[in-house]
């Protein structure tokens, strides 16, 4: 499906996007590989992952908040991989309108680009910060996947079509709490903080999030959102996979974070199905229109149905976190 494609990635110099670029280049023969970012060292660093010289690879500088950029760097784009946002909850908190014009501005700003654009398929990042919002950063993702939705409405007679996957943290991110963690044991630190003894997360690796965004690609019509089935972890098991010997000191909940979180509300459950690996939560127009057919084999979740970290049939051992952090190289 890559193959002589032109693929574009906002955010591209981030964790998902460096693995994404990867994936594409050792997988297919892309025409070309666009990476917008703002950071003009990070793309930088990344130019010597990926050198002009053997990868067709193309360095985009600008922002999603800027709308004529956007146009400029939508030409000829045959697929949009949307992972540009500001992502820290407590940053949001304190800088909530900075958060709205990245995060939602932005995001109807790749929407109106792509349409007139005539690029074909739009497959936005999302989060499990955005079932049943607690803090701005969630919020303005919400906001963002019915941006997203709401586009298949009103493409008219062009053929882009929006898509989203969400999913949980990404063990090893930048955004992960293994590499703080192990930063302060290779430090000789004891004691780790934790937020509450009760805290459960959603973990799934760079690995996998890849293969669940081009599957959007691949198989979206449009309108759907994509929730892999993955792991739980407990906090307590974490801290103990990161040293034997670790104790922990509770630091109380930061603003805007929950106890347990969420990929698929009960609201949702309803509109959900079930794809074996995964699940597809259509849109609400999804039964007005013939493309969703597709769907119609697989079963439907039954009123009441939620995918939350606490309820989760799958959990992580000790044994298991240790083994991903080994593999994914955590520093």
């Known amino acids: 499906m890559f193959d002589d494609k032109v693929i574009l990635i906002t955010g591209g110099t981030g964790s998902f996007g460096q693995k994404f670029t990867g994936y594409l280049f050792e997988h297919h023969k892309p025409r070309k590989v666009i990476i917008f970012s703002r950071d003009e060292f990070k793309q930088h660093q990344m130019a ?3 050198p002009d010289s053997e990868y067709a690879i193309r360095f985009f500088l600008g922002d999603i908040r800027d709308k004529e950029r956007l146009y400029r760097s939508f030409e000829g784009v045959d697929y949009i991989i949307h992972a540009a946002a500001l992502k820290q909850v407590p940053a949001a908190e304190y800088n909530p309108f900075e958060a709205v014009k990245t995060n939602i501005i ?18 936005a990042l999302s989060t499990d910060k955005a079932v049943s919002p607690i803090n701005l950063y969630g919020a303005t993702k919400l906001a963002m996947e019915k941006l997203f939705i709401a586009a298949n409405s009103y493409v008219g007679l062009k053929e882009t079509s929006f898509a989203l996957v969400r999913y949980g943290n990404v063990i090893g991110s930048r955004g992960s709490v293994i590499p703080l963690f192990n930063g302060m044991k290779n430090n000789g630190v004891k004691k780790f903080p934790i937020t509450d003894e009760r805290m459960t997360r959603f973990w799934i690796t760079l690995d996998q999030s890849v293969s669940l965004v081009a599957y959007a690609v691949a ?8 929730v892999p089935k993955i792991p739980s972890m407990r906090i307590l098991d974490l801290i103990n996979a990161i040293s034997d010997d670790a104790q922990y000191e509770v630091v109380g909940i930061r ?7 969420s990929l698929v509300s009960e609201d949702d459950g309803r509109n959900t199905v079930d794809l074996k690996d995964k699940y597809v939560i259509l849109p609400p127009f999804a039964n007005g229109g013939n493309k969703y057919h597709r769907y119609t084999k697989f079963p439907r979740m039954t009123d009441g149905f939620s995918y939350r970290s606490d309820n989760n049939v799958k959990w992580l051992t000790v044994k298991e976190i240790e083994q991903f952090i080994e593999e994914c190289e955590c520093e």
């Open 219 to 226: 198989e979206s019509v449009g309108g759907e959102v994509y």
């Open 106 to 123: 932005g995001a109807q700003n790749i929407i109106d680009a792509a349409i007139d654009r005539g690029v074909k398929k739009v497959v």
């Open 255 to 261: 603003p805007g974070e929950k106890i347990h979180e």
């Open 48 to 50: 010597k992952i990926f």
